[in-house]
């Protein structure tokens, strides 16, 4: 019923369409949202499938100005944090802490990067990976339980500036936090999105909570991305071209169908323990777009593709007729 539901609905697209083309043409977000809700009413006013009246017009406005309140009061509320946070320097002493911290913990494993062939990691990048890391899980820890507003007020105040450190686009270090901030609600043990879901499905909260981790752990990978390979951002013009944004995209979509594969543990056949390890190491390989990374994604993840073909075949050959 696919071209069935876009022939009677394609008209509730324009809204989306004319927000994405007025952002995208260098515009505020609040034009933005000015032209979105401008385009919401005429759609609505001459959409014969389902036409708004006056009295709807007013409920959606009441509405509106309801959630704009409880909105306004978490702002608020997160206002005092923030406060708090800009008075005393909170989030640049975050940020060195960090930097710190990942370059003593990088200096330590140096050695190690060391005896591995073709590795052309450098002491830098081994400090900017384990800053993400400390960073990603200060925004998961930060963020649970609190709406998406709120939370990103406050990781924008307290962990963004630790990144700004680090020398990465403001764009992918907000979007950095604001995607790990997001993750906690499906992150054990404060998954709130995950114990909804359980309470109207009867399931074990906790169960389901871990259920939804590992499904989405994917999710993981991209913000990584972001640092990374801004190229993925599109609208960064000092780092987007064709060439690096096609070759982001087929990496990152590869990783992301690694890690999958290896947190479901079945491809084309079902996998071992090493082989679920091997395809996961070879899909956080994929996450830093390089010569080397790939290199060893495809070494990693060769073998375990091989077994699985070879499986495969074996399961759907028909065995000879006596």
């Not at 507003?149 to 604001?178: C, D, E, K, R, W």
Request: glycine share 10%; with cysteine; hydrophobic share 55%.
């Amino acid at each position: 019923q696919f071209f069935e539901v876009i022939r009677r609905g394609w008209m509730t697209a324009i809204p989306l369409i004319v927000l994405i083309y007025v952002l995208f043409s260098g515009y505020s977000p609040h034009m933005a949202a000015f032209w979105g809700i401008t385009a919401v009413l005429i759609v609505g006013f001459i959409n014969p499938a389902h036409r708004i009246g006056i009295g709807d017009l007013i409920s959606g406005a009441s509405q509106g100005v309801k959630y704009a309140l409880s909105v306004g009061a978490v702002c608020a509320a997160i206002g005092i944090v923030v406060g708090v946070v800009n008075a005393t320097g909170l989030g640049f002493r975050l940020g060195f802490m960090v930097t710190n911290s990942a370059l003593g913990m990088g200096e330590s494993i140096m050695p190690l990067f060391s005896l591995i062939p073709f590795a052309d990691f450098t002491l830098n990048d081994i400090t900017l990976f384990i800053s993400l890391i400390l960073i990603a899980v200060t925004c998961i820890l930060m963020g649970a339980g609190l709406p998406t507003t709120a939370l990103y007020v406050m990781l924008a105040t307290v962990a963004q500036p630790a990144l700004a450190n680090l020398g990465i686009p403001p764009l992918a270090s907000h979007l950095f936090v604001l995607y790990y901030g997001v993750i906690s609600e499906i992150t054990p043990p404060v998954c709130a999105s995950a114990y909804a879901a359980a309470g109207i499905a009867g399931s074990n909260p906790f169960r389901t909570g871990l259920s939804a981790f590992s499904l989405g752990i994917g999710k993981l990978l991209v913000p990584m991305v972001f640092v990374y390979s801004p190229a993925m951002l599109i609208v960064l013009d000092d780092y987007f071209t064709w060439q690096e944004f096609l070759h982001t995209v087929i990496t990152c979509g590869l990783g992301v169908f690694l890690l999958s594969a290896s947190v479901a543990g079945y491809f084309l056949a079902s996998m071992s323990g090493p082989s679920r390890a091997l395809f996961g190491i070879a899909g956080i390989f994929l996450v830093a777009p390089s010569f080397t990374s790939t290199l060893y994604a495809v070494l990693f993840a060769a073998p375990v593709l091989v077994m699985q073909i070879l499986a495969y075949r074996r399961r759907t050959v028909p065995e000879p007729a006596e």
